[in-house]
Every structure is written in C-alpha cells, then in structure tokens.
C-alpha cells in the first residue's frame, strides 16, 4: 500500500543552524501538507501547496520557513534559522484531490538545542 | 477560530473495557470531524469521519456520531483490545478548506 515516507526520523541541531525536512508524498498526489506538534501540544497546520505554489500558509510559517518540490518526488521544508522553539514533530500529509482525505507520513521529530 | 478539545490522556483500560474519548469543537461553520489514531512509529490514519449533523463514522469497532446540539464527536468502542494501543486524535475542518485542525491526542494503552 503507497505511504507517505519522512526522512529523518530524528534531526538533532544547533540553534541557529539550516535544517531541511524531506518528505516523500504518495506518487499521484497533487497537494502536499506540512503540521507540526510541540510536545503536549495540539497538532497545527503549517502550509499547504500545489502546483509549485503555496495554497496557503498559517501565522507560524514566518520567512524562515520555506517549502520545495524539488523533483518529482520530494517535498521538503526548511527552516532557515532553527529557534528553541521549533523543536517538534513535524508531520507531512498528502491527498490526491482538494479536500480529499489526507495521507500523514510518520513524522519528523527535530530537536533544537 | 475553529478549535477542537479532547479529554487529556494516557487512557489506561484493560482488555474488553468499554471505551469513551470526549471531544468536542468550536466552529463557524458547518465542519467535517475526523478521528485519526497513530500508531507507535506510524504516521496518522484515518480512522473514521462524518460530514454532517447526526452522521455516524465507524471503522475497526469504532464509532463516532456527530452531535451538532452538542458540537461533540466521541469517539468509542464497545471492546478494546491491545492493539488499539494508540494516540487518538480529534480532528475538524471547514467543507471550504483543505487544512486540518487537530486536538492535542489522547494516549489511549490497554492492558492484556
């Protein structure tokens, strides 16, 4: 059965440092998601996108966030300068139509320290 | 905004209990409700949803009804086993817009 997969699984990192988040959507999905949850906290939408654009994007997602579709395959997110504050488990979703049912992959969980 | 609540977890029951977990959601408008579980290491899945007032969701043994006079969506079972050992998450979203909004999870374990 497809599946969204998310690598890695665990990315430790120095505040202030570049991390990208890589995911693999489902192979005929056209939207593509990113969530993230802070520990004990409620899971929150951070951006959705189609056709290489962004659909659109929450309050958390400032400029040091950006996402790619770098080839046919990956659908990543950056952040550009990591804060203490977004260590969490980030989570990427497909689906194949707008408002169809969305596939979560596993969840990166980043630590910042 | 919209926003849902779940009754805060770990759930512990034994095998065969009875399962209740409460949640309830703000809305504008007339929302979709969803329960997705993760299981340990696994991404969420869908596990049931309904889309209006007085729909019933069910999947695996589960079922969820939509309570509009309410604004509930419990989700229970009649017999939990061991393998429903999971993170359940209480979800919504607005029948114009594509983004998920989720509870904070209740852990639910069973025990054999």
């Known amino acids: 059965e497809p599946e969204v997969t998310q690598t890695p699984s665990h990315q430790v990192t120095q505040m202030g440092q570049e991390v990208i988040l890589r995911c693999v959507p489902i192979?005929?999905?056209?939207?593509f998601y990113w969530y993230r949850q802070i520990l004990g906290q409620k899971v929150e939408f951070l951006v959705s996108?189609?056709?290489?654009?962004?659909?659109?994007k929450s309050e958390i997602f400032d400029d040091q966030f950006s996402v790619e579709r770098p080839d046919g395959s990956n659908f990543t997110l950056k952040i550009r300068s990591t804060k203490l504050e977004d260590s969490a488990m980030y989570f990427c979703?497909?689906?194949?139509?707008?408002?169809?049912?969305?596939?979560f992959g596993p969840g990166t969980r980043l630590t910042v320290l | 905004g919209d926003s849902v609540t779940q009754m805060e977890g770990p759930v512990t029951l034994s095998e065969e209990a009875f399962l209740t977990i409460n949640c309830t959601y703000t809305?504008?408008?007339?929302?979709?409700l969803f329960w997705y579980v993760q299981y340990p290491g696994e991404g969420l899945q869908l596990l049931l949803k309904?889309?209006?007032?007085?729909d019933k969701g069910s999947n695996k043994g589960f079922e969820a009804t939509y309570r509009k006079e309410t604004t509930s969506f419990h989700l229970e079972k009649g017999s939990v086993q061991v393998s429903d050992s999971a993170v359940y998450f209480c979800?919504?979203?607005?029948?114009?817009?594509?983004?998920?909004?989720f509870g904070k999870g209740t852990r639910l374990h069973i025990l054999p």
């Open positions: 979703a497909s689906s194949e139509d707008y408002l169809g049912e969305q596939f």
């Open positions: 192979s005929n999905h056209l939207y």
């Open positions: 996108f189609y056709n290489n654009e962004i659909s659109e």
């Open positions: 809305a504008t408008g007339y929302p979709s």
């Open positions: 309904a889309t209006k007032a007085d």
């Open positions: 979800a919504l979203s607005d029948p114009e817009d594509d983004k998920i909004i």
